[in-house]
């Protein structure tokens, strides 16, 4: 924001100003920002949204788990969802407007991507979340991409989403507190390691082995297990991180004792 006031030639805290507005105070409304003047407010206005997504829909389960069905302004439906845990509240945020990996288990896929979100449709799901939990005074300590959407198909929008919410101006999450799931785009997985060190890395994977993960995720045809286990290899040599892997149990696919022994070998890593 500081270069945008600047741009328009305005002294650069009027940029921190807007920023904490947005971030701190969190306002939908630009006219809410009352010591911004009327001039500036309407030239934001014309430049941007501030909450590019409308609730829809929201239901709370009895263990405090929450679900929001937002639409877009272009009038897709996404969701996100809030779950509460001993350790804090997570927020699960999407990132396409469905999926294009066809995994064969999992619903995102049913619906074939439309298009990816942008940057500040990924942070309004976790905004409108937080502003939910100011009422109550209460605070979102973790994120986990793994909504509907595979995140290393935006990557761009991923890493901006993640250098906004943990901006120290911004909500100020901890990097270590984001979460990224990927079905397994190799070369996004050596890059995101470059990129933000300190972000957790959760890798879909779903079998022992090569035909296997091909029969349940088309991205496996793509890159072989011993490429993506190259990957992750390469992730917790760069970030000292510890990588979650992801399994799914089909029941007469790959819920064996051989395949339990077949993945304690794979993922010595």
């Keep these: 924001m500081c270069e945008y006031a600047l741009d328009h030639g305005w002294k650069s805290y009027r940029g921190h100003q ?7 105070n969190r306002v939908f409304d630009i006219d809410e920002m009352s010591n911004v003047s009327k001039e500036t407010r309407e030239i934001l206005k014309k430049d941007f949204i501030v909450n590019p997504l409308e609730l829809i829909k929201k239901q709370v389960s009895h263990d405090g788990t929450t679900k929001f069905l937002f639409k877009t302004s272009d009038g897709a439906l996404l969701e996100s969802v809030m779950m509460v845990f001993d350790y804090g509240r997570s927020v699960c945020v999407s990132s396409q407007v469905g999926c294009n990996m066809g995994c064969a288990f999992c619903a995102s896929g049913l619906t074939k ?3 990816d979100l942008t940057s500040g449709e990924m942070v309004a799901q976790v905004m409108y979340v937080q502003k939910e939990l100011d ?3 209460l605070r979102l300590s973790h994120i986990v991409v793994m909504g509907t959407g595979e995140p290393f198909d935006n990557f761009e929008s991923l890493c901006r989403m993640i250098e906004l919410l943990c901006s120290p101006d911004g909500l100020n999450i901890s990097h270590r507190n984001i979460t990224v799931s990927t079905c397994g785009i190799v070369p996004k997985i050596y890059e995101f390691a470059d990129r933000n060190p300190q972000v957790t890395l959760a890798i879909s994977l779903h079998s022992p082995n090569d035909t296997m993960r091909r029969e349940l ?14 990957a992750a290899r390469y992730y917790t040599r760069t970030t000292g991180r510890r990588i979650t892997f992801e399994y799914s ?13 077949e993945l304690l070998s794979l993922i010595h890593i």
């Design 113 to 115: 991507k439309k298009r």
């Design 217 to 230: 995720m088309p991205i496996a045809n793509k890159y072989s297990m011993d490429e993506l286990m190259e």
């Design 18 to 24: 807007i920023f904490q507005w947005l971030y701190r």
């Design 249 to 261: 149990l089909v029941k007469g696919v790959n819920d064996k004792k051989e395949h339990a022994q």
């Design 135 to 137: 009422k109550d005074n």
